[in-house]
């Protein structure tokens, strides 16, 4: 059965298996959760339970239906995702979709229409959108998917049917890790801690290096030992530059692919796009930000749980337990508090700051609170 394709989505699968049961499949949905957890398998799965002549409501695989789907070749099956230019979903797309929604379907079945990373529709493509929502032609489906609903107006969330996806489990993380990556068990499960079970973020993670650079970033902090003051501002100085080079490459990157556009955009078009660019560097850069917090929470909350519980099984940075047991036996619990104290601090400054000397300082002064400088170390 194709349902079973899907891993650990139960709540999900039985309810849209339920409504193509019991009659009552609603017009438009809004599949949401993180990302890489199977949105899109599922869109595609009930598309094929939905259209399969031969194993109604659960999908063959093999009839023309189920292949053509999955193909993405089916004529009343469409998967909308961004441009690969510009990464938006523009007015013109929706447009078209708009005039194939109208048609008559070309094989007397549903037509279904998946909108990939649908946060991606601009203002203008939401808004042209939203008329399809109010008045979709009967035997027609569309489904949103996207891990970031809220970037969604609230109208069209409203219109849609949710349709929400778990995180994993690390039982179900730890053999697709494994096997994609290669790491070990307890690099396997850094990341999937920091990566909120989502299979598809774990991947990217690590193919971004993250275990490497917590290495990097935080490595004096993970070796548990006081730093001079030159390796407090060094330090500080490597995690600038980090930044300043993350967003620097993606800044470039947009503005590439809006030169490779010449002059086809009129100069709103173009203002809307670099308008859009900018916000996305800027989320980019606040995300590294919150992630370099995130890596240096996780040390001390693992200093924390050995503290409390004194079992490595619960540590989230397992592969570094040794110095975390070193670490931890010279903290009182007041200490540690006080450390998670500053770290939500410093993150709440600094996410704040968008001055390089300010962040600087932030930095700085939350290592030295944090007792990882000492006078004359
Ligand atoms: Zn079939």
Not at 284 to 307: C, P
Request: glycine share 6%; proline share 4%.
């Amino acid at each position: 059965m194709l349902w079973d394709k899907i891993k650990g989505q139960r709540g999900a699968v039985n309810y849209l298996r339920q409504s193509i049961k019991k009659e009552r499949v609603v017009s438009s949905y809004l599949f949401h959760g993180p990302e890489g957890v199977g949105k899109t398998l599922t869109a595609s799965v009930f598309a094929r339970a939905l259209n399969c002549r031969i194993a109604p409501g659960d999908g063959c695989g093999s009839c023309p239906d189920c292949r053509d789907i999955e193909r993405g070749s089916h004529p009343d099956v469409l998967f909308q995702a961004p441009s690969s230019k510009s990464r938006l979903i523009v007015v013109q797309q929706i447009r078209q979709l708009q005039k194939m929604v109208y048609l008559q379907a070309r094989r007397d079945n549903w037509k279904v229409f998946v909108i990939k990373e649908a946060d991606r529709m601009n203002i203008n493509a939401q808004n042209a959108f939203l008329k399809t929502l109010e008045e979709p032609p009967e035997k027609t489906i569309l489904i949103l998917v996207t891990h970031q609903p809220e970037l969604l107006l609230p109208t069209i969330r409203s219109r849609c049917q949710s349709v929400s996806f778990s995180p994993w489990p690390f039982e179900m993380m730890k053999p697709f890790l494994m096997e994609k990556l290669g790491r070990g068990e307890a690099e396997c499960y850094m990341l999937h801690c920091i990566s909120g079970g989502s299979p598809g973020r774990a991947l990217r993670l690590s193919r971004e290096r993250i275990l490497e650079i917590r290495r990097q970033l935080i490595g004096p902090i993970l070796e548990g030992r006081f730093l001079s003051a030159a390796e407090v501002i060094s330090r500080v100085k490597s995690w600038l530059d980090y930044l300043t080079e993350r967003s620097r490459s993606l800044s470039d990157e947009l503005a590439r692919n809006r030169a490779d556009w010449g002059d086809a955009l009129d100069p709103a078009q173009r203002k809307e796009w670099e308008e859009r660019d900018d916000a996305e560097v800027a989320a980019k850069e606040r995300a590294e930000l919150e992630m370099i917090f995130e890596l240096i929470f996780s040390w001390i909350r693992d200093l924390f749980i050995y503290h409390e519980v004194g079992l490595e099984a619960h540590l989230i940075n397992q592969d570094l337990a040794e110095r975390i047991k070193a670490e931890e036996s010279n903290r009182s619990v007041a200490q540690l508090h006080r450390m998670m104290e500053w770290v939500e601090k410093s993150r709440r400054l600094a996410v704040k700051a968008s001055a390089r000397t300010t962040r600087q300082l932030i930095f700085e002064n939350m290592l030295i609170q944090l007792g990882y400088w000492r006078p004359n170390s």
